[in-house]
């Protein structure tokens, strides 16, 4: 359940604007602020189940959004080399406060 829970955290960073203003809350709600299935329901005045298959219809249009446009998945693979890369300048001593900066605000752009 963790790794659905940052999957789709991430996933709604990336596509939020994609969703509509009742999408973006439910999920805000549900994964953001780990409110229960029933607490937004109360909250929005509807049914439980009504909240479930909203979330369950914005969690596939989240999915198809990322396997059509790939931004997660590029976005992990550019941690990945930053990592790699950062890993590689402090082996040979090249990791100096410059250039540590330089790649934060790579890591930042997006």
Do not use: C, P, W
């Amino acid at each position: 359940m963790f790794e659905k829970t940052n999957r789709m955290n991430l996933l709604f960073d990336f596509y939020q604007e994609l969703l509509t203003t009742k999408q973006k809350a439910y999920v805000s709600f549900y994964y953001l602020d780990d409110y229960s299935l029933g607490e937004i329901a109360e909250e929005f005045e509807v049914s439980r189940q009504a909240i479930y298959d909203n979330i369950k219809r914005t969690e596939e249009s989240l999915e198809k959004y990322e396997e059509k446009l790939g931004m997660l998945k590029k976005y992990q693979q550019r941690e990945k080399l930053f990592g790699e890369l950062e890993a590689q300048l402090k082996a040979k001593n090249y990791l100096d406060e410059h250039i540590t900066k330089t790649l934060e605000q790579l890591k930042n752009i997006d």
